[in-house]
């Protein structure tokens, strides 16, 4: 086996607005059952796809994707904090083999993350610097949004990459599935939020940022309390997402607008990119098999929630 593959579901409110505790013992068995068969695998390159929430990438310059050649997470809600263990020569080679396969992408030397990209690590792996990384954005809350085509491009390019290595790799998803945190929109915030979503933001004071982080509790709090005083999840759309990923076909989604998949799951479902290029990455090895699938809505967490495995067959 020479490529596995994990995609988790990522949420900021864990310890914060937690369901019943039969729930977070689920929760927590799946992550542990997970992160054995990884220690099992014992990767020696790991690559993960995840998501931003206005931490790190801002409308100064908001790129489709971005790959990370070095990388520092912010610690927000008490996620873990502090450098990744960034392989410089394999992420620039990496970089330049996606851009050589036609599909474009922005390179950060000074790549700042949040708790998208620390939480997988951390549950995973044990910490954001025990596997060599190369941490890769794919933008899905900033329109305009890349489409799941483009993401699955991205996904093959760097998995043809990752072959050639001839490393054991792991490939990481982050995020999802059907939710709709109060996230800002461009369109519809005043000029000082404005601001902030463009670039003021990656620097808040203290104050701003505890204000901010109480503003998703609460709505994490309303929202079990209420589930249409947010975008309602959607167990219906989750599940035919995984059973497209379990069965080669998420190809299938390619003809998908981002409008539809708002409208159906949420805006910031579109975290779902994520798996789809890290299950395209994986493809790029050849036939794989998936496993250890697990669901749940968790309107504690504003998340339809889910894990899902697999591995190369070849």
Not at 20 to 43: G, K, N, Y
Not at 169 to 192: I, K, N, T, W
Request: aromatic share 8%; hydrophobic share 45%.
């Amino acid at each position: 086996m020479s490529a596995y593959l994990h995609c988790l579901s990522h949420t900021p409110l864990v310890g914060y607005v937690d369901p019943a505790q039969a729930v977070l013992a689920e929760v927590d068995e799946v992550v542990s059952a997970a992160r054995t068969r990884i220690a099992v695998f014992d990767p020696e390159l790991v690559v993960l796809f995840a998501p931003d929430h206005y931490n790190g990438f801002f409308y100064d310059v908001m790129p489709a994707f971005c790959i990370g050649m070095g990388a520092t997470a912010i610690g927000d809600f008490n996620s873990a904090a502090g450098p990744l263990d960034v392989p410089r020569d394999i992420a620039e080679a990496c970089a330049d083999a996606v851009l050589q396969a036609g599909v474009d992408a922005a390179v950060s030397y000074r790549m700042q993350v949040d708790h998208g990209f620390a939480q997988p690590l951390e549950l995973l792996l044990g910490g954001l610097a025990h596997k060599p990384v190369i941490p890769v954005f794919i933008n899905s809350v900033a329109v305009p949004l890349p489409s799941f085509a483009r993401a699955r491009l991205l996904g093959e390019a760097i998995g043809r990459f990752a072959r050639s290595t001839g490393k054991r790799v792991l490939f990481l998803g982050s995020g999802g599935l059907s939710h709709q945190p109060p996230v800002p929109e461009l369109a519809h915030v005043d000029a000082r939020m404005a601001d902030r979503l463009m670039g003021s933001g990656r620097d808040l004071p203290a104050n701003e940022r505890q204000a901010r982080q109480q503003r998703v509790i609460s709505a994490a709090e309303g929202f079990v309390l209420d589930q249409h005083s947010l975008h309602p999840l959607s167990p219906a759309w989750d599940n035919h997402f995984l059973d497209l990923l379990e069965q080669r076909r998420f190809v299938e989604l390619d003809g998908m607008a981002n409008a539809e998949l708002s409208t159906l799951a949420g805006k910031s479902t579109h975290e779902v990119k994520t798996w789809v290029a890290a299950f395209a990455a994986l493809a790029a090895f050849g036939d794989y098999q998936a496993s250890a699938r697990y669901y749940r809505p968790i309107p504690e967490w504003i998340a339809g929630f889910g894990s899902l495995s697999a591995h190369s067959l070849t």
